[in-house]
């Protein structure tokens, strides 16, 4: 299904009279537009930022929902016939694990683009077990797609702090082969990945190996110790064809004063 044209307009109409978070959980609240829908209607919202769905994680969401039925319904947005998920992409999957036609659903219709975009975010960032380079690649895409016009705009609508938002975006410049052992690790604290890129490229996944075993205070002061190159001490004698130049930075002036009177003492030894 080729996607529709984002209106980008549509991104002003965004009330401002609450976060994003308090319009998701009072949708939520409403009892009276939950109906069931069709699975095979819905389409995944293409700014949803959990890429990767773990089948054992998966296989236990649709055990609970066996045993305890749907305990939330899911959030779509209608538009005509088009139904997108805003939130509960995992419900979904899980029923159809299941082998269920229908799933139950809260209806927000003709939702604008930019909250089809930010609320799954909301959404994701409320998880524990939230990973930060999906939570990345979704806030790069909302604004490479001008959903908002910046980073602090969207750091406002989704409720995190400007700098916990730079530094999430940092992530993605750290080199592929490690982001790809970082999601495997399910390492997440995003204030050592970020701090991470100012170690060079050719050390930085043998420094990621032991700070992610580390506390975060232990991790940061060990990147900070690594990224601090020694400076290499200048000899303090040089001697070249015909002369000799001695560096007294760091002696103390009566050292100087005796060092002097010593070099002195040595031409005046030639002269003889």
């Not at 939520?28 to 069709?38: H, L, Q």
């Not at 209806?107 to 994701?124: F, G, R, S, T, Y």
Request: charged share 30%.
């Amino acid at each position: 299904m080729q996607r529709k044209k984002i209106d980008y307009s549509l991104a002003k109409k965004i009330s401002q009279n609450a976060a994003l978070t308090e319009q998701l959980q009072a949708v939520e609240k409403i009892p009276e537009i939950v109906i069931e829908v069709p699975l095979s209607k819905l389409i995944s919202n293409p700014y949803q930022p959990r890429i990767q769905m773990e089948p054992e994680a998966l296989r236990e969401l649709s055990n609970s929902i066996a045993e305890n039925g749907l305990l939330q319904p899911i959030v779509v947005s209608k538009d005509g016939e088009v139904l997108t998920i805003i939130a509960g992409h995992r419900r979904a999957e899980a029923h159809k694990l299941l082998g269920k036609e229908l799933i139950k659903a809260i209806i927000m219709d003709k939702v604008v683009h930019a909250q089809l975009a930010l609320l799954p975010l909301v959404e994701n960032l409320q998880r524990s077990d939230m990973d930060p380079i999906e939570n990345a690649i979704a806030f790069k895409k909302i604004l490479d797609d001008h959903i908002v016009e910046s980073q602090n705009e969207l750091a406002e609508k989704v409720g995190v702090s400007k700098s916990w938002l730079s530094k999430t975006l940092s992530i993605l410049r750290l080199p592929s082969t490690l982001l790809v052992k970082i999601q495997a690790d399910k390492y997440s604290d995003i204030t050592v990945l970020s701090a991470l890129n100012k170690i060079p490229e050719n050390q930085i996944e043998k420094i990621y190996n032991v700070v992610k075993l580390m506390q975060r205070n232990e991790a940061l002061e060990m990147i900070k110790k690594a990224v601090l190159k020694p400076t290499k001490e200048k000899s303090k004698i040089e001697i070249s064809k015909n002369k000799v130049v001695i560096n007294t930075s760091g002696l103390s002036k009566v050292n100087q004063d005796k060092l002097s009177t010593l070099l002195k003492d040595i031409e005046r030894l030639f002269e003889k």
